[in-house]
């Protein structure tokens, strides 16, 4: 089992960058995919970004359209941490934001492919 803790979060200006943290415990972490998703009041949880670990090395990355060029995903097996870093951020980017975990995902963009979530860290960037 994987618990999932995020930080990170706060008030930022229009272009400018936060860095959102997710702590797991458990000892079969980088066994698992790992994604960031969000979702606004009123709406549906959506993807954002994911990345499959593999042998040692970074085997897959996938972005949302709508971040791609200014969110990273990143991740530190050793460390059970997985980031994501947001620059050039919008107001439109503005809600909570969540880590989640996957066992062998087929479609990482997927939210019913994630077995574990955190509780979310809000994001709020001002114009």
């Known amino acids: 089992q994987v618990q999932l803790v995020e930080s990170g979060g706060g008030l930022v200006q229009a272009g400018g960058s936060l860095r959102l943290s997710c702590a797991a415990s458990?000892?079969?972490?980088?066994?698992?995919?790992m994604g960031w998703f969000r979702q606004a009041p009123g709406k549906e949880r959506e993807f954002v970004a994911a990345l499959r670990w593999s042998s040692g090395s970074i085997y897959y990355t996938n972005y949302a359209d709508s971040v791609k060029g200014r969110f990273t995903i990143s991740r530190d097996n050793a460390k059970n941490m997985v980031w994501l870093q947001m620059n050039s951020l919008k107001p439109e980017d503005t809600t909570v934001y969540y880590c989640?975990?996957?066992?062998?995902?087929?479609?990482?963009?997927?939210?019913?492919?994630?077995?574990?979530w955190g509780q979310g860290t809000q994001v709020t960037v001002s114009s």
């Open positions: 458990g000892r079969t972490f980088s066994s698992y995919d």
């Open positions: 989640a975990a996957a066992r062998g995902a087929k479609q990482m963009s997927t939210i019913r492919e994630y077995d574990y």
